[in-house]
T-cell receptor, first 112, second 110 residues
Framework: GAGVSQSPSNKVTEKGKDVELRCDPI?????LYWYRQSLGQGLEFLIY????????KSGLPSDRFSAERTGGSVSTLTIQRTQQEDSAVYLC??????????FGPGTRLTVT | AQSVSQHNHHVILSEAASLELGCNYS??????LFWYVQYPGQHLQLLLK??????LVKGIKGFEAEFIKSKFSFNLRKPSVQWSDTAEYFC????????FGAGTRLTVKP
């Protein structure tokens, strides 16, 4: 079946603008994660959705970051008033509970 | 939440050398353990996983990892690395939600 998809693949935006990043998880996967990967850095956990439970937002770096997951499927990560330090690759992954994650190709965000 | 430590930030080896990358986690309950690999310019992909049973698990491309419960460790090994193993390696632990280590960059010199 189809894997995890993310859109757009690349996004260039001006400092101060808002951006929305989309993730389509694998059908049936109840868990969805967002990560950020900066050049030469590891995976930075951002947010975790599991079924209908309240999301774990402990990794969001500031209140400019928010995410939602509609109908237990598609998720949108929103970054308001983007800053240059937000430039990174944003990765989405989905999984069944306790199981391995399947990663999307990522969205490369560049804030100019 | 559990945390995952990868002690080696960057490892440089020559081809045919043996590899061991350390991974330790902090969680006392039942965990599922994973190693992921990210080759340059590619997606993260699963290398191997441990859920239960034999603590020595075999993965793709000749990699293996050993779960030592008493040491809270899940170290990755390969007897003889190749230039094509140059990549970033991430250890991950799932005890209800997934947490990744910071990653270890492996450079294999031809």
């Amino acid at each position: 079946g189809a894997g995890v998809s993310q859109s757009p693949s690349n996004k260039v935006t001006e400092k101060g603008k808002d951006v929305e990043l989309r993730c389509d998880p694998i059908s049936g996967h109840t868990a969805l994660y967002w990560y950020r990967q900066s050049l030469g850095q590891g995976l930075e956990f951002l947010i975790y959705f599991q079924g209908n439970s309240a999301p774990d937002k402990s990794g969001l770096p500031s209140d400019r970051f928010s995410a939602e997951r509609t109908g237990g499927s598609v998720s949108t990560l929103t970054i308001q008033r983007t800053q240059q330090e937000d430039s990174a690759v944003y990765l989405c992954a989905s999984s069944l509970v306790y199981s391995e994650q399947y990663f999307g190709p990522g969205t490369r965000l560049t804030v100019t | 939440a559990q945390s995952v430590s990868q002690h080696n930030h960057h490892v440089i080896l020559s081809e045919a050398a043996s590899l061991e990358l350390g991974c330790n986690y902090s969680y006392g309950g039942t965990v599922n353990l994973f190693w992921y690999v990210q080759y340059p310019g590619q997606h993260l992909q699963l290398l191997l996983k441990y859920f239960s049973g034999d603590p020595l698990v075999k993965g793709i491309k000749g990699f293996e990892a050993e779960f030592i419960k008493s040491k809270f460790s899940f170290n990755l090994r390969k007897p003889s690395v190749q230039w094509s193993d140059t990549a970033e390696y991430f250890c991950a632990v799932n005890a209800g939600d997934m947490r990744f280590g910071a990653g270890t960059r492996l450079t294999v010199k031809p």
